[in-house]
T-cell receptor, first 109, second 115 residues
């Protein structure tokens, strides 16, 4: 059973479109991380959000942490084929990460 | 600097056999964690080590074990392999334990197929 629920499971969009991925939890985490994983590689950390209500921007990526620190979203503006990959959210606990099932994003040229 | 190195990258084992996977963390990192990734269950936490001490263990049977050496390198072992153990095993390293505010770096993983 996943502590973190991600939606949607799959997302296929055209280059230039926007997309949003959601991550919801029944538990409160001290912080939450977003990773991107490409085929044949390990996950790579994109961002860590710590404060409820926090918004972080990384170029075309915008990350939000819910006020209650139980949900988060990742928004990509003007998606590019290079954004294709598996996006994972992870709740940071003591000595472990709890991952969502992931959202597979495909950006078509 | 060199990233997290995992060996072997690919291996095929038969049911009932055992397997040992190795992980060399980034230089200076004292924490090593292991995760299992499968299509059905996603990424599941196996264990975390810091300075040779196991800090946390996931909900896996006793067939899964690990250890960390004084040079921070880590190994995990799976005994009496089952078909369901087929997965990508990921190692991650960081300067301090997970939850201490530091960045965690993942290796490329070891692909295990049990036949």
């Amino acid at each position: 059973t996943q502590l973190l629920e991600q939606s949607p499971q799959f997302l296929s969009i055209q280059e230039g479109e926007n997309l949003t991925v959601y991550c919801n939890s029944s538990s409160v985490f001290s912080s939450l991380q977003w990773y991107r994983q490409e085929p044949g590689e390990g996950p790579v950390l994109l961002v860590t959000v710590v404060t409820g209500g926090e918004v972080k921007k990384l170029k075309r990526l915008t990350f939000q942490f819910g006020d209650a620190r139980k949900d988060s979203s990742l928004h990509i503006t003007a998606a590019q084929p290079g954004d294709t990959g598996l996006y994972l959210c992870a709740g940071v606990g003591d000595y472990k990460l709890s991952f969502g099932a992931g959202t597979t994003v495909t950006v078509r040229a | 600097k060199a990233g997290v190195t995992q060996t072997p990258r690919y291996l095929i084992k038969t049911r009932g056999q055992q397997v040992t996977l190795s992980c060399s963390p980034i230089s200076g990192h004292r924490s090593v964690s292991w995760y299992q990734q499968t299509p059905g269950q996603g990424l599941q936490f196996l264990f975390e080590y810091f300075s040779e001490t196991q800090r946390n263990k996931g909900n896996f049977p006793g067939r899964f074990s690990g250890r960390q050496f004084s040079n921070s390198r880590s190994e995990m072992n799976v005994s009496t392999l089952e078909l369901g153990d087929s997965a990508l095993y990921l190692c991650a390293s960081s300067r301090a334990s997970t939850g201490q505010g530091n960045t965690i770096y993942f290796g490329e993983g070891s692909w295990l197929t049990v036949v």
